[in-house]
């Protein structure tokens, strides 16, 4: 059988709060939507931007983050896989479908004062699901505040040895 991939990256901002729930063996699950969006010209020449919608679900330990940090407004990265349901509409016996994004690495990419709930956004928090992921550090690479700045220290590119 040949090799196949289900893999969805997604950088976009939640649309509104998490819904949390727990299932009857009391695993916790977090229902969100982000929005993603890209600017398209138009036969007219002018841009419009056309926003995305994606339904995202997460489970356990990330459905927790979710819970504890992430708010409508905050910006997100997010990789998963995709995953379709289906089911017949009780009331006019049509079989519906619901696409979903599994979350199994997030990222809170809002820094403190983004998103409708400052106190509750901490930004930079990273969380992965997956086996492979858990042995490796993921990291926010943006420069800590507390980074000192040694631009005054009269270092020059003579002291560099390389």
């Given at each position: ?5 289900n ?14 729930r ?6 916790t699950v977090a229902?969100?939507?982000?929005a993603?969006s ?9 841009y ?7 339904n ?7 459905a ?8 409508k407004?905050?910006k ?15 009331a ?23 998103g409708?709930d400052?106190?509750?956004?901490t ?6 699901n997956?086996?492979?992921s ?22 020059t590119d ?5």
């Amino acid at each position: 059988m040949a090799k196949s991939v289900n893999k969805v990256i997604l950088l976009g901002n939640v649309g509104k709060d998490p819904e949390m729930r727990s299932t009857a063996g009391g695993m916790t699950v977090a229902n969100f939507a982000i929005a993603t969006s890209e600017r398209i010209k138009g036969q007219d020449g002018n841009y419009t931007e056309k926003t995305e919608w994606h339904n995202l679900v997460a489970f356990q330990r990330t459905a927790e983050i979710v819970r504890d940090y992430v708010k409508k407004g905050n910006k997100l990265y997010i990789e998963g896989r995709l995953q379709t349901s289906s089911w017949d509409d009780k009331a006019s016996g049509q079989k519906k479908y619901r696409t979903e994004v599994i979350v199994s690495d997030l990222s809170l990419l809002s820094g403190r004062g983004e998103g409708s709930d400052s106190s509750a956004s901490t930004g930079g928090y990273s969380r992965s699901n997956s086996a492979a992921s858990s042995s490796s550090n993921s990291y926010d690479q943006r420069t800590p505040a507390s980074v000192p700045d040694y631009g005054d220290n009269g270092i020059t590119d003579d002291d560099i040895p390389f």
